[in-house]
């Protein structure tokens, strides 16, 4: 099974995606989620963490090294995307969490190949990612994947999602 989780920015994909997590055993997830990074109260950048490993990567900031691309005030280390991916497909458990197909992970070419190889071709994990809401070119390609299902998060139904998931994930 392969599910894409879509919604308008600060709707809540990436929580749905960490109440998940919290919920499921350990031992059965595996892959990458994105936070914010934060101080004193200023969203200042991204990281991506690997799931039950104490790697992480700083994939944005507005401090980064000017060799880096902006999207717009962030700076976005395609490097540690591209890391980010390729160290959480070294171990791939029953259910693999990618957060996210986004913008900032569209510079990273290698990530965008990577992610869509394990949406379209594993067969021996389900995958769940969340994915920009908006049709953006890099992201049409994985929402036309054959027998996907794509959820999208609303303010109305984000608090009832992640038990439709966790049902869902219970049936197979």
Known sequence: MKILITAPPKTGKS???????EILPPEL???????????RGKRVGFKTKV?????????ASIALLERDKTFGKWKI???????SIDMAIDRIEPIFILD?????QSYSPFFLDKAY?????????????TIVYED??????????????????TLENRDV????????????
Request: with cysteine.
């Open 29 to 39: 997830v595996s892959g990458i989620i994105t936070e914010e990074m934060v101080e």
């Open 117 to 129: 190889e394990l949406m379209s071709k594993c067969d021996n994990a389900i995958i769940i990612a």
């Open 51 to 59: 799931i039950n490993s104490n790697h992480e990567f700083q994939i």
């Open 77 to 83: 280390d395609i490097e540690n995307i591209s890391k």
């Open 136 to 153: 953006e070119l890099f992201s049409r390609r994985f929402k036309e994947i054959e027998d996907i299902k794509i959820i999208e998060v």
């Open 100 to 104: 996210e197909i986004g913008r900032m």
């Open 161 to 172: 999602i992640v038990s439709e998931i966790y049902a869902l994930l219970k049936n197979i």
């Open 15 to 21: 929580t749905v995606l960490r109440k998940l997590i």
